[in-house]
């Protein structure tokens, strides 16, 4: 079929969705998307963020649609024309859901460990007011510790069923759900159960929030201080890929995670398996010695992470030594007319630290050694 997204045409299977089509595209065409997943059957239809303009229904009825659609859960037809980010009334559409977003989500990016990779700190960056215009007082909740593994901020959820989906399809049984309805509708296991299933810690993977965090990673270090290597092992649960990205500072592990693709979706194997971890590799490996590493993680260079990320760094060629005909360290060669020190001795040019013997003891200027009289008594 043949769909055309801001002016760009392109030939997609019938049956895909909209925004599965602009993802194809790529770039700013893409809506963003805060429910949907595309690893999670049902997924999408929740959030609004992907809100498009459906200029032209189909070849046969070239109608528009009467409404912004949600092009996650809209799927093409034939000659079908839909304006994403050349759509006006799309991009305000986005504003004001972003601004419904954040009635209730606590202001708290600077003690929020997803802050750095959270999908809806992008989505304010690129949607967002700079003020707000809520008076209301934000909803909050009783605490309530989901066990050792993961920590459920409930205030800063949105409601996006990622979590509720991950743990349906990919735990035995799942332990969690939405409780209650509209405002007051929350996240929980209702009996204050420990989350242990082998695979729920991918419901921190998929929460594009900073809802769902990891425990064993809590204040430890913010993302963008570490160092992401991608890395694997052989592991023996069954269904756990062993592709992971490890968060790493010198030379320990902070963080194990599953590997991301370019829209923050755990990404499959390069064999074609779904890259989904258990939480023996995610919360028991935090060894770098428990792991094959592959190499450092692309990251985009228009995220925070990749600040202080070498990939490919070029260093700039050194010229002082072709320039000047020596070493940068002997620049400060103003020893050699001193008198502080033995004659036969050039400071500037020992291989190491300078220490008593290398000075003439009882051959000090007075003036240096009145200074070193009033620094002691100080
Ligand atoms: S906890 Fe996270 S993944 Fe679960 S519904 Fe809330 S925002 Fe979505
Ligand atoms: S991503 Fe389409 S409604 Fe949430």
Redesign the pocket.
Known sequence: MKVTIDNITIDVEPGTTI?QAARQIGGDVT??????YSKLEG?????????VEVSKGSEKDPRPMPKLV????TTVMEGMEVKSVTSEKALDARDGVTEFLLINHPLDCPVCDQAGECDLQDLDYAHGNSGTRTEFVRRTFEKEDIGPYIQLHMTRCIM?YRCVFTAQQLCEVREHGILDRGERSQISTYLNKALTNEFIGNVIDVCPVGALTDKTFRFKNRVWFTKPLDAHRDCEVKGCSGHVRLWMRGDEVFRVTARRDEWNEVRDTPDGRKGWICNTCRFHKKKASDWIIDGPTKIKRISVISQGHYLNLKKPTDTFVPIMGRDPKHLLDIHTVSEVNKTDIDLSLLPRPAHSTDFTTGNVLPEAKQINIQESNS
């Open positions: 925004l809506p963003p998307a805060m429910c949907y997924s999408g239809g929740k959030c609004r963020t992907c809100l949600a092009s996650c859960r996006c």
